[in-house]
């Protein structure tokens, strides 16, 4: 069965701050996608990253980045100058790939950190 | 901007009414998952459908809960008779199997009450 903790409930600091989101993951899968997904206040999901499990590269997107490791089955996403539209509730996720599809099975989601990002 | 959509956005309804709610995948997506989210779960799969066809539905209470694929182009969930304990925000999401992507695009959400 597939996991995803997210150990940090919530999350404050002041804006500009720099900011990591913890994720923990379990599978028995070789082969597997990790997501984040942003919440804010509307409640819409927001896509922000998939990551495949044999691609351990990590990634810059302006001011955010994500370091994943699967030596410690970590996803870590990191938020560089903290800005108040940055405050949400943000998932890490967990995917299968079946390579006879290769591609979009069902998430199994964490619990999600609501940040906040006090100005 | 092709989207996700669903309706209703809000649903208020009593105790032992049916809830019908309604999503539009993505035009040319092959996979349409609903997902539902509380408090006390979070974010939970109840069922998700490939090419039309049910994959999975073991998140689904079975007795009340039913989701099907009329067309392409339309997935709906129902629930009857429906409990309080159903309150709760209702994901359609949609995606392609077989590119390699792998992203789920987010409809909305239905918001449920039942009162």
């Known amino acids: 069965a597939q996991k995803v903790t997210q150990a940090q409930t919530e999350i404050s600091v002041v804006e500009k701050e720099d900011v990591t989101l913890d994720c923990v993951y379990e599978?028995?899968?070789?082969?597997?996608?990790l997501f984040w997904y942003k919440q804010p206040p509307s409640g819409e999901l927001v896509f922000l990253i998939r990551?495949?499990?044999?691609?351990?590269q990590n990634e810059i997107s302006g001011r955010y980045s994500w370091n994943f490791q699967k030596s410690t089955s970590s996803f870590n996403f990191t938020i560089t100058a903290s800005q108040v539209v940055d405050s949400a509730v943000y998932f890490c996720?967990?995917?299968?790939?079946?390579?006879?599809?290769?591609?979009?099975?069902?998430?199994?989601f964490g619990t999600g950190t609501r940040l906040t990002i006090i100005p | 901007d092709a989207r996700v959509t669903q309706t209703p956005r809000h649903k208020v309804t009593e105790m032992g009414q049916e809830v019908t709610m309604r999503c539009q995948p993505i035009?040319?997506?092959?996979?349409v998952f609903w997902y539902r989210q509380t408090m006390m779960q979070g974010l939970e799969l109840l069922a998700y459908?490939?090419?039309?066809?049910?994959?999975?539905d073991s998140g689904m209470p079975k007795d009340r809960f039913s989701a099907e694929m009329p067309d392409a182009t339309l997935a709906t969930l129902k629930i009857q008779p429906s409990e309080p304990r159903d309150s709760a925000v209702y994901f359609c999401?949609?995606?392609?199997?077989?590119?390699?992507?792998?992203?789920?695009?987010f409809g909305p959400g239905t918001r449920l009450t039942v009162l």
């Open positions: 999401a949609s995606g392609t199997a077989g590119d390699g992507n792998g992203e789920q695009f």
């Open positions: 996720a967990l995917s299968e790939v079946r390579i006879s599809n290769f591609g979009n099975e069902k998430l199994t």
């Open positions: 990551r495949n499990s044999f691609d351990e």
């Open positions: 459908f490939r090419n039309r066809a049910p994959l999975d």
């Open positions: 599978t028995r899968d070789t082969t597997y996608y």
């Open positions: 035009l040319g997506h092959n996979t």
